[in-house]
């Protein structure tokens, strides 16, 4: 079967750095997806990795190895506004997405 | 951001109502899905349009009928729902549904089913 897992919940300290890791078992793949939802909110796309490596945007960053199943998401200098669900998704052969309960992410001043 | 619009934002219904849910994109897509997201659940694919062509339905109950008139317009018809139905329901487009393309998402509708 497919599977996508992430942690339930994380915390972590304005301005620290944080790691939010996904691994994953599909039919097929097409990329890797991470989303950031706040509560209440559309999910809104975060970054998009379909090759190995590391994708740098501003304070956030996302990785990915293939032969591994596994990504990550990583957020630097940790604001306040960071405090939100990341969801991650992959996308199968037949280019739907399979998506992570998401982790939530609790910032503490 | 208003590339994605859904209407109502809350909707509040009993189990013999018929109520509908919009949504509306204005990203020049091609492709609309219907996801229902129940708490600290995955994100579940309900319905696929692609060039208003209905291209999957996961197996959902018929209690729930799409509709897409055209490429920038979906809604999706609720009747005779239970109560395990309430949740968020949120509206997405792309560019095709057939590549890798970035979904782009509504604020969804809260629905309750009393």
């Known amino acids: 079967g497919q599977n996508i897992d992430q942690p339930t919940e994380m915390t972590a300290t304005e301005g620290a750095i944080v790691q939010i890791n996904c691994t994953y078992q599909t039919s097929g793949f097409n990329g890797l997806f991470w989303y950031q939802q706040h509560a209440g909110e559309a999910p809104t796309f975060l970054s998009y990795n379909v090759l190995d490596g590391l994708e740098e945007k501003g304070r956030f960053s996302s990785f990915l190895s293939r032969s591994k199943g596994y990504s990550y998401l990583l957020l630097k200098e940790l604001q306040m506004k960071d405090s939100a669900s990341y969801l991650c998704?992959?996308?199968?052969?037949?280019?739907?997405?399979?998506w992570g309960a998401g982790t939530k992410l609790i910032i503490k001043p | 951001e208003t590339g994605v619009t859904q209407t109502p934002r809350h909707l509040v219904m009993g189990m013999t109502n018929k109520k509908s849910l919009k949504c509306e994109q204005h990203l020049g897509h091609n492709a609309m899905y219907w996801y229902k997201q129940s708490a600290k659940k995955p994100l579940e694919l309900m319905f696929v349009y692609n060039f208003k062509e209905q291209t999957e339905n996961n197996s959902v109950p018929s209690r729930f009928s799409p509709e897409c008139p055209n490429s920038s317009h979906l809604f999706l018809h609720l009747h005779t729902l239970q109560p395990e139905d309430s949740a968020l329901y949120l509206c997405a487009s792309s560019q095709d549904s057939g590549g890798p393309d970035t979904q782009y998402f509504g604020p969804g509708t809260r629905l309750t089913v009393l």
């Open positions: 998704a992959v996308m199968d052969s037949n280019y739907q997405l399979i």
